[in-house]
């Protein structure tokens, strides 16, 4: 493939921007290639590269490129009838309306710009709800670049992730291991009386797709209402993408106190959201005493865009699709690991998926999960799958970013840029798709 062009306007962007990106997972190695459009689920770069897209925008494009009918007849309707106005609008009360008739935890909901300023304001939300200050998060869980949650190492010792976080802020952080019950239980025997909340997203979907344990999550919401804590669950990246129009939530059977919201809630524009119980949700002002505000928040092009994505959900074949192909292309890649890498490990649910390069392989594969880690503890993995964001921080996580994402690229097939990031199906997506996709894992594997 050629890349002349994207060489070109990296160079001219590195003059410009810190590192020549506005996101740092973009910013791959040698230097990125420049998308020019999309189309379908697919898109062509600078050069005229065609690529099949699992990127997807990291998670908001359910329906690829190419928008239903639809959605695009309401984001043009609303552009045209002007930018915004900051006043109310009705589409924003009917968004909210059908998010909270279809999602378990949402009785109001307030919109935001972000999924981090979503996170942001579900942190204050709690520690102004219960008078405390300590939040638990998990360690490798990502909730968006605020001070709260970069934060890394143990409950006994919590320290900033990132330069420019004073440690002071760090120290109402109380980082734990995903899906050990029992480091869970030991925080709360230490804290609870100081924990405002316990910040998690439903499954880890920004390091590998750890998938819980069995029983995890009710061990989680036990604990919040032993101590008085909130569960939040951090449905950014799995919010309208598993578990169909309940989200993941009600995949897993579990009904938090609060759930933030991104991504595919806003229609591929710029979101995000909190939800909740109502006597929770209404402490934000005006109504309560915990500040949130937005000049941009509740955009009526984002909040048309949303709502008409949720509604072709509602009324088509939308999640049958993308979850049957999604399950296909783990199944493939499952078998081609088996034959090819049999230490890796295949993860992802729905329409999300992931290879981890994982170092170990069990004796024998027979009754392993077919189509992706389900945390089955009679799958002959289970002892070698990743059960923690440290886990798969272990796995062969150079090999992805410096050898394997050129591969699949030279191969036409566009993946997140690290081991970490999701990578997703959409509904604008094929079976041809799916073959081409394997038949390229055989060759970069």
Known sequence: MNHERSRDLYDRALSVMP??????????????????????????????????????GYGPLLYGHDAPEPVQSAIQKYASAGPMYGAPTEIEVEHAEFVARHVPSVEMIRFVNSGTEATVSAVRLARGYT????????????????????????????????????????????PVPFNDEEAIQEVFEEHGDDIAAVLVEPILANMGIVMPVDGYHQTLRDLCDDYGSLLVFDEVITGFRVGGLGCAQSKFGVTPDVTTFGKIVGGGFPVGAIGGKSEIIEQFTPAGDVFQSGTFSGHPVTMAAGHEYLKYAAENDVYDHINRLGEKLREGITDICADQAPEYTVVGTDSMFKTVFTREQPAMLDGQ??????????????????????????????RWERIFWHEMKEQGVFLTANQFESQFVSYAHTDEDIEQTLEAYKHAL
């Open 19 to 56: 590192g020549g990106v506005n996101s740092s997972v973009r910013a791959t190695r040698p230097y990125p290639f420049f998308v020019e459009r999309g189309d379908g689920g697919h898109v062509i770069d600078a050069d005229g590269n065609r690529y099949v897209d699992y990127v997807m």
């Open 131 to 174: 008078g405390r200050d300590k939040v638990v998060i998990m360690q490798g869980g990502y909730h968006g670049a605020q001070e709260s949650t970069l934060v890394e190492g143990d409950a006994d010792h919590p320290r900033p992730s990132t330069s420019g976080i004073p440690q002071e802020f760090a120290k109402h952080t109380l």
């Open 369 to 398: 999960c077919e189509a992706g880690c389900q945390q089955r503890p009679d799958c002959p993995r289970y002892d070698h799958c990743p059960k923690t964001g440290g886990d798969v921080a272990n796995a062969e996580t150079e």
